[in-house]
Each structure stands twice: as C-alpha cells, then as structure tokens.
C-alpha cells in the first residue's frame, strides 16, 4: 500500500491532540482512542485511487441532492455525495477507490446556456462528496448546476452568485436557519424555504443532532419505512456522523432548500456534542477521546456541506469568515463554539458570579476576537450582519431582583460581550445586526449598549431565528412568554413556533420577516407570517413593520 510522505502517523496525530490538553490525562488515552484519532486523518487524496466504473455503483448515487454554498462575485462552491444506499454504513460504496463526477454549471434551467463545465474525483476517503470551486462568474447572477455519474444525473440546483465588489445594490434578502433535530419532525419549514425568493440562506448551527433515532424517525412516526438499528445511538465515530448527514441529507424538504438557495454554514454544539466548550465535552468526561470524536464530527460536517474552507487537518477546522454582498452588507460569520472557554457556574441557567464576570473569559478565542475588530473596522458597508450561534443579548428570566442567566450563551460571558460592543463603537459601525439560532424560539431584540440600563442607547438588534424541527410542533406564547417579555424590556417579539426568519436589506432599513409553520409531526404544515420588523440604517431599533 503507497503511504504519500504527508500522511500523518498515529503518532504525531495523537501528539497535536496532546498539545491541547493536560498531559497527565492524555496518557490515560486508550488504544481505541488513538485508533479512531488515525482514522479520522487519513492521507489526502491521491492519484492511486482506483477508479470505480459506474457498473460498480450500482444504483442512482444522487440520494443526498445537491447543494451549493459560500458564493461570491465571481465563485461558488458545487456540492454533491455520492450514496446509492444512504441509511448503510458506507452508503453502498466500497471503502477504497474514486468515482470521476462530471459538473455543469449553467445560465439557464434546462441547460441550454452551459457556462462551465467539467470533472471531479470523489474518494472513498472523504465518502465519496465532491466539491467543485466553480471560478470565473457573473455577479449578482442566477446559475443552475447538476453532476452526472455514468447514466445517472443528479437533480438540477439553483444558485446566485453575489453583487459586484464595490457596488452597493438596492437591496439583498436572506434566510436565517438553525436547529433541524431529525427525530423532532419533518423538515416542513425547509419546503416552504425552497419557494422563497432570497439571495442566500443562513444556517447557524445544529444541523445535525448527536442522540440515537429510533425506527419511527422519533416524533416523525413513520408508518411507510423502518429506520436501521445503526442509527439509533449517540454519534461518537466518524462512521457513526456520516451516517447522521446520510439520513438528514436523504430527506427531500432539506434537499429543496439546498437545491433552491446557496448557503452560508456554521455550526454551533449539537454537530459535536451538545453544549461541548472548544475541547471540553458535555459533562467534562476525559478531554482526549473526546478531541477524536470532536475531529471525526467535523471532518463528517466538512464533508457534508458546500463549503469552500480547506478540508480539516489534525484536529481543528477554521470556520469562522467573512463574506460581502457587496458595499450593501458584510456578514462576519462567527463560530462562538471551538474557541471557548467552558461554560461557567456548571452551565445551564445560574446566578452570574465572579467565575462568570471574569474579564480573561472568551467566546470567540483571541484570534477571531482580533479578526472581528479589524473587520470592523475596515468595513464600508451599510449593514455589518454577524450570523452566529448563541443568544447575544441579556435574558432575565424573572421581572424582580438578580436573576438566573444562560451560561452557554453571551449572558455567560459579559466580559466577551463587552469587548464586541467596544469593537463596534471603536469602528464607529452604526448598523449592526445580529442573527442568532440555539434557542429554537423566535425572537426580536434591540441590542442595548448597556443590558443593566434600559435607557441606555440602542447599538444595534438581534434576530433569533427559531428552529426548523427542534422542540416538535411549539407554541405561539410558551409558558415563559409573559416573564421573558416582561423582565426584558428591549424584548420586541417571541414566538415558539417552528419557522425562519427572511431578512431582507435595502440601503435605508432592515427588515425581518418572522415565518412559522402550522405543525411538524405530520406532514404539511401550513406557512404564515407571525411578525415583521424593520431598522431603520443610521437609527438602529426594531419597530413593528
Ligand atoms: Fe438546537
């Protein structure tokens, strides 16, 4: 077997993972661990594949759609992978070898006006996904795309790249996502997304979620199919979250809105582990096998999405960027998960304290604390839009006295919400806008300079964008409505139905549309508006629209 010079060895892999951690634990590693270390950093890619002809695929290998993400003015990332049994482990395909997968890009839905085209090997080694960096595009364009395998061709997706550098355009909408939990409902949200008219989709992490489905498909009661066994326990092996994407993938309300829009991703703690701190899991259980089955979730994840990022090395994978539409909106997209310091006061809601008011306390890690200013401060857009994980502003959850605040969120790191607020009175950035998901509730926020001090200025707002499927069914008036609504005067809007939120950016104001739907566990459910917002540019503060 030919070993390229570049493949790690067991060796140096579980070195860069103790370079991480306390190395009185990490001697402790078992052998298991080191193995599934190994196995989640094979070689890169490399001629030598054998080639599969298509006879050996078998059958249609398009299962998990298409997708397309991170565009550009020029540039977009085409996605597939290829599955012709997706529920299997290895999803029908032999586990070594490459499968040549044509591409076409072009300006019209039927393939008339082909502007590119051309082939890309997908390896056993990444599960057979393919991402092709298609260059040299139109801005501000729509492009349809498909993959060809033998006689098999993958369904048509549609993507737009983005406005030319330098122009500001009259305006540019978006989807705000997050929180798909397979096992809660059906993906109905996403059906009706597919039929939006949005430049770009937004996706702020839970994508997927870690815990065991059962045959039913949880709360989605199948009565027309049986899920494997193999699905139904935590992820902790590379095999096992490849197997997760596989099953959220195959689902066709998922397929529709990826197919429809290009998407931005990022994720947030349930793609690892739920509530996990950098390299610190949930109940603080040995940090080394956890660093591996961290590794194996986001090589899984980078394998899954449309994302232009280098494939992961070792044991990180960088993730946090920025985009711009244009002069209109840059969005920092952040990762506010593999940087931090470990929940304080032993997560959940608390009491704040001096372990959580500490002022070294981070959310972002020191590198994209210092990459987030400069950004800032560079920027000549009319919106600053910083799509991320966890809620920003305060949460009371009680109208008297001190009260108990979420330690996973920024309430549980004041001293890193302050050093952001500084960084954009700093750049003097007049419109900031927030776009936030974990809570799998909708709300609207103004974003005040001081949380303590209702009459404290307005610096910007923050739209939380419900979950797709997390939670089942919800309700319009949660039991905590009245509180949270009370106790939180730059509160404007919560609901906790299932939906999105479309957000939609012209060059004098902002404008949120928050959607939900009638039901989840059937299918079918029924769209509706609950809400909308605006901004106005210059004079941040939400008013009903
Ligand atoms: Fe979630």
Not at 29 to 58: C, K, Q, W, Y
Not at 202 to 223: K, P, Q
Not at 394 to 420: C, H, I, Q, V
Request: net charge neutral; with cysteine; aromatic share 10%.
């Amino acid at each position: 077997m030919t070993r390229p010079a570049d493949r790690p060895t067991p060796d140096r892999l579980l070195r860069e993972a103790a370079a991480r951690l306390d190395r009185r634990r990490f001697l402790t590693v078992t052998s298991a661990a080191a193995a599934l270390a190994f196995g989640v950093n094979l070689p890169s890619a490399h001629a030598a594949d054998a080639e599969l002809t298509p006879r050996a695929i078998g059958d249609d290998p398009f299962t998990l759609g298409v997708a397309s993400g991170d565009p550009t003015p020029e540039s977009v990332v085409l996605w597939t992978r290829l599955a012709p049994r997706p529920l299997e482990p290895g999803a029908g395909l032999p586990p070594a070898g490459s499968v040549r997968v044509g591409w076409e890009i072009a300006r019209d839905e039927r393939f008339r006006r082909v502007e590119q085209r051309g082939s890309a090997r997908a390896h056993a080694e990444f599960s057979y996904a393919v991402h092709v960096d298609v260059d040299g595009l139109d801005p501000a364009r729509t492009y349809w795309y498909r993959f060809t395998v033998g006689p098999w061709a993958s369904p048509t997706g549609r993507t737009r790249t983005t406005a030319p550098r330098g122009h500001r355009p009259d305006s540019a909408s978006l989807a705000l996502v997050s929180c798909q939990a397979y096992e809660d409902g059906y993906f109905t949200a996403y059906r009706h997304l597919a039929t939006e008219d949005v430049d770009a989709v937004f996706h702020v992490g839970d994508y997927i979620y870690e815990y065991g489905i059962d045959a039913a498909g949880g709360d989605r009661h199948y009565t027309d199919r049986t899920l494997p066994a193999h699905h139904n326990h935590e992820t902790t092996t590379l095999e096992d979250y490849r197997l997760r994407y596989s099953l959220y993938k195959n689902d066709p309300d998922l397929q529709a809105a990826h197919a429809a829009h290009p998407w931005y991703v990022t994720w947030d703690d349930h793609e690892v582990e739920n509530n996990y701190a950098a390299g610190i899991p949930e109940k603080n259980q040995d940090p080394a096998p956890f660093v591996a089955r961290r590794a194996a979730a986001y090589r899984a994840y980078w394998e899954n999405q449309p994302l232009r990022m280098p494939r992961p090395r070792g044991t990180d994978l960088t993730l946090y960027r920025r985009v711009h539409f244009g002069r209109l909106a840059q969005f920092d997209i952040l990762d506010t998960r593999q940087y931090r310091d470990d929940q304080a006061n032993g997560d959940g809601w608390q009491y704040p304290t001096p372990e959580s008011d500490a002022p070294a306390r981070t959310l972002m890690g020191a590198a994209q604390e210092r990459w987030f200013a400069e950004g800032l401060r560079r920027s000549r857009a009319t919106w600053n839009v910083v799509p991320q994980q966890v809620v920003f502003s305060r949460r009371r959850n009680t109208t008297a006295g001190p009260s108990k605040l979420s330690m996973d969120a920024w309430d549980g790191y004041p001293a890193a919400r302050e050093r952001f607020l500084k960084a954009v009175d700093r750049s003097g950035v007049k419109n900031l806008v927030l776009l936030t998901g974990d809570v799998h509730v909708a709300y609207a926020l103004d974003v005040k300079r001081d949380f303590d001090d209702p009459d404290s200025r307005t610096v910007g707002v923050e739209f939380v964008g419900t979950s797709i499927s997390s939670d089942g069914d919800g309700e319009q008036k949660p039991s905590n409505w009245t509180t949270l609504m009370a106790a939180n005067p730059h509160m404007k809007f919560y609901d906790g139905r299932r939906g999105y939120t479309v957000v939609t950016l012209d060059r004098h104001r902002a404008r949120a549309d928050h959607r939900v739907v009638s039901h989840i566990t059937r299918p079918g459910g029924t769209l509706s508006t609950a809400a909308s917002f605006t901004t106005e540019a210059g004079n941040p503060g939400l008013h009903p629209a």
